[in-house]
């Protein structure tokens, strides 16, 4: 069995040269949307808006006199701490009571004590350097630092298969 068709039926040869003149086709209308302008309209950029002019008023540099500075408050007295003596637990020890005030019926008497005066140490402080005396360097020094380099890197092979070259 033999098709029967006429060639002049045949659309399939014609589908190609039907997809080719639609992109050109699709292509020209783009081409005229993109380019599409008018020129007889002006483009007017001024809003109305009108800036205020500001006068910049100079103001004279003010100096402050230098008063002299009244000594810092002397520094509070440190708090004495209570020795504790630990007893063994084998050792006799006496009791007794402690009356208080309430049980004898006395008067609490406060004895003042002179305040301690601390001697303060001057502390020095750190300099700040704005010249570093010896810059830093890789260890080894600058062959060395040219080596580690070289055994490091490791060049795509992708850029190598393409041909890409340049600096980094």
Excluded at 48 to 63: D, L, N, Q, S
Excluded at 137 to 166: D, R, S, W
């Amino acid at each position: 069995m033999e098709i029967k068709k006429s060639p002049k039926a045949d659309l399939e040869g014609k589908k190609t040269t039907g997809l080719l003149i639609g992109f050109v086709l699709i292509l020209a209308a783009m081409f005229v949307a993109f380019e599409w302008t008018e020129r007889d309209k002006k483009v007017i950029t001024d809003t109305g808006i009108v800036e205020p002019a500001f006068e910049e008023e100079m103001v004279p540099i003010t100096e402050q006199q230098e008063q002299p500075q009244a000594p810092p408050p002397p520094p509070e007295a440190p708090k004495m701490e209570e020795v504790l003596q630990i007893a063994d637990n084998d050792a006799n020890v006496e009791e007794s009571t402690i009356a208080t005030s309430e049980e004898v019926g006395e008067a609490v008497v406060v004895v003042q004590q002179a305040p301690v005066e601390v001697e303060e140490e001057e502390v020095e402080e750190q300099q700040i350097f704005q010249v570093v005396e010896e810059m830093p360097e890789f260890p080894g020094g600058m062959a060395e630092c040219l080596k580690f380099l070289a055994k490091n890197i490791k060049y795509p092979t992708i850029a190598q298969e393409n041909g890409v070259q340049g600096r980094v």
